[in-house]
T-cell receptor, first 110, second 111 residues
Framework: GQQVMQIPQYQHVQEGEDFTTYCNSS?????IQWYKQRPGGHPVFLIQ?????EVKKQKRLTFQFGEAKKNSSLHITATQTTDVGTYFC??????????FGAGTILRVKS | NAGVTQTPKFQVLKTGQSMTLQCAQD?????MYWYRQDPGMGLRLIYY???????DKGEVPNGYNVSRLNKREFSLRLESAAPSQTSVYFC??????????FGPGTRLTVL
């Protein structure tokens, strides 16, 4: 079945350093979504990318969708303690479902 | 507009006990979902309901049942709880653009 792989599983950075998480799908995606889950919280939708090669920015966060629409990345510039949490990518699957990556846990040392 | 609500927030069960997790959404979404989240495992789909009156199995349905009571409500039942069902359970609903909205979760411990 469809799989979405996400790396790294875990990253611990110094405040002010950059952070990147990568997502790869076993199939071509019509779109890819990113979610953030704060510790003890629930996943919250961040953004959806639809077009091949699309790049979107939200303040210090930059999201990219690969040319083949099978991979994506989330880059955070100059991390802050408020960036702590787990970042998930997700791609649509048959039957109105989403397939989630396992997530990347980000910890920030101040 | 409360979004997606879940009850209870926390629950402790003994092995073999039963319980129902409740979920409701007020966004008029057609599709609803139940996930479980375990450390290092991400979000795994238990059951989903693409529309009122339909339910389908997800990735990990064994030991669970669901009821789509109406368009707003989607409940998850554990008939005979097992320690392997200790997890955090999230309900979500979906609007037409695939985006899912999650409830705050239920933290379940089975002893």
């Amino acid at each position: 079945g469809q799989q979405v792989m996400q790396i790294p599983q875990y990253q611990h950075v110094q405040e002010g350093e950059d952070f990147t998480t990568y997502c790869n799908s076993s199939t071509t995606l019509s779109n890819i979504q990113w979610y953030k889950q704060r510790p003890g919280g629930h996943p919250v939708f961040l953004i959806q990318l639809v077009k091949s090669g699309e790049v979107k920015k939200q303040k210090r966060l930059t999201f990219q969708f690969g040319e083949a629409k099978k991979n994506s990345s989330l880059h955070i510039t100059a991390t802050q303690t408020t960036d702590v949490g787990t970042y998930f990518c997700a791609g649509p699957a048959y039957g109105n479902k989403l397939v989630f990556g396992a997530g990347t846990i980000l910890r920030v040392k101040s | 507009n409360a979004g997606v609500t879940q009850t209870p927030k926390f629950q402790v069960l003994k092995t073999g006990q039963s319980m129902t997790l409740q979920c409701a959404q007020d966004m008029n979404h057609n599709s609803m979902y139940w996930y479980r989240q375990d450390p290092g495992m991400g979000l795994r789909l238990i059951y989903y309901s693409a529309s009122e009156g339909t339910t389908d199995k997800g990735e990990v349905p064994n030991g669970y049942n669901v009821s789509r009571l109406n368009k707003r409500e989607f409940s998850l039942r554990l008939e005979s709880a097992a320690p392997s069902q200790t997890s955090v359970y999230f309900c979500a609903s979906r609007r037409n653009t695939d985006t899912q909205y999650f409830g705050p979760g239920t933290r379940l411990t089975v002893l």
